[in-house]
């Protein structure tokens, strides 16, 4: 593989940042400035400032009840960030994002393998969602219509959204189960329909459920439930 997707699957920083760093110097192969052409073996000593970087012989995957106010970058100068609210044992990164003004179900790991392939645009992901929306203006309360147009795709910056599952709960309440990750797609995809949202909560990602996971805490995730995903296996250390 290139060493660039090599250092994203040891979780060391993500693949994009990896070509960065290659490019600035700061990665040695058997003691030799790389650059972005070279292919690891598997043989070979790579080292990331000072230090040998190895893929793990097993992967570890954190279920994280995130609260509103916590913002998924890992940049510690950064009051909100992640890395200031969720103390684990070992370092792992965010699988994709869920929007400081969002909350619940947040998956993390050290396998940067995963981590691309579910964010890749051909993954097609279940991620589903339950959402309060408000109004705007002189709007009735969300019916068919609604879900009609939310199912069917919404245009987007010239963009339709892939088409999606959307069932009511309540007044201007629903669960809706997304197989794409635009950004902010949900509050953008109301926006568009004359709602605003004012509650977003993610509550699965594919069989991956919060399972009455209080608000700020956090589980290991147990089984080996993206094996389609990944050669590597779960670290079931329990809490």
Not at 148 to 166: A, F, I, K, S, Y
């Amino acid at each position: 593989m290139r060493l660039s997707q090599y250092l994203s699957v040891a979780g060391v920083c993500s693949k994009r940042t990896a070509s960065r760093r290659i490019r600035a110097g700061d990665v040695l192969v058997n003691g030799v400035v790389a650059d972005n052409h070279t292919v690891i073996t598997g043989d070979e000593r790579i080292i990331v400032d000072g230090q040998a970087i190895l893929l793990p012989e097993n992967y570890t995957y954190v279920v994280y009840n995130k609260p509103v106010g916590v913002d998924c970058n890992c940049r510690p100068n950064d009051p909100a960030s992640i890395v200031n609210h969720l103390v684990l044992p070992k370092r792992l990164f965010p699988v994709g994002r869920l929007d400081k003004d969002s909350h619940g179900l947040l998956l993390l790991t050290d396998n940067g393998g995963l981590c691309h392939r579910l964010l890749s645009t051909d993954a097609h992901y279940r991620k589903t969602y339950r959402v309060s929306v408000r109004p705007h203006y002189q709007r009735p309360d969300i019916g068919s219509a609604f879900r009609d147009h939310m199912q069917q795709g919404v245009e987007l910056d010239g963009l339709r959204t892939l088409p999606c599952e959307l069932v009511m709960i309540g007044v201007n309440q629903f669960v809706i189960t997304l197989r794409q990750g635009l950004h902010r797609q949900i509050r953008r995809m109301s926006r568009v329909l004359g709602y605003h949202v004012t509650d977003l909560q993610r509550i699965s990602i594919g069989d991956v459920e919060l399972e009455g996971l209080a608000l700020g805490d956090w589980r290991y995730l147990k089984g080996d439930i993206f094996a389609d995903c990944t050669a590597g296996s779960i670290n079931t250390v329990p809490l």
